[in-house]
């Protein structure tokens, strides 16, 4: 499976964005879906998961009440609406599949397929 994610880009503090994350090769219609990011000097953090059946999804404490995943099955594709941006969620944000539960889903180890990644930039 190859994991394709798009949508980053530059945006004022306060503005929105959303990324895509495509599956190709196969369908990730069974795994776990996450997002990650990682910023200069920093280690890749855990942003939202959705689990296989779209519910019960997880979110970072640092992104919760601002960013909302979600997929679509039948189109293999996960998206992230980030809303009211802060300069702080600037870093190259990765799509990544995997069979993992619920201690693990955080933890990037467990994820064996990632997308390329996508440059998210705010501005203040």
């Known amino acids: 499976v190859q994991l394709q994610a798009s949508g980053g880009g530059l945006v004022q503090a306060g503005g929105s964005l959303r990324l895509s994350c495509a599956a190709s090769?196969?369908?990730?219609?069974?795994?776990?879906v996450g997002w990650f990011r990682q910023a200069p000097g920093k280690e890749r953090e855990f942003v939202a998961i959705?689990?296989?059946?779209?519910?019960?999804?997880l979110y970072a404490d640092s992104v919760k009440g601002r960013f909302t995943i979600s997929r679509d099955n039948a189109k293999n594709t996960v998206s992230l609406q980030m809303n009211s941006l802060k300069a702080e969620d600037t870093a190259a944000y990765y799509c990544?599949?995997?069979?993992?539960?619920?201690?693990?889903?955080?933890?990037?180890?467990?994820?064996?397929?990632w997308g390329q990644g996508t440059q998210v930039t705010v501005s203040s």
């Open positions: 090769g196969g369908t990730f219609s069974g795994y776990t």
């Open positions: 959705v689990r296989a059946t779209g519910g019960y999804p």
């Open positions: 990544a599949a995997g069979w993992t539960i619920l201690s693990t889903a955080r933890n990037p180890q467990y994820y064996n397929y």
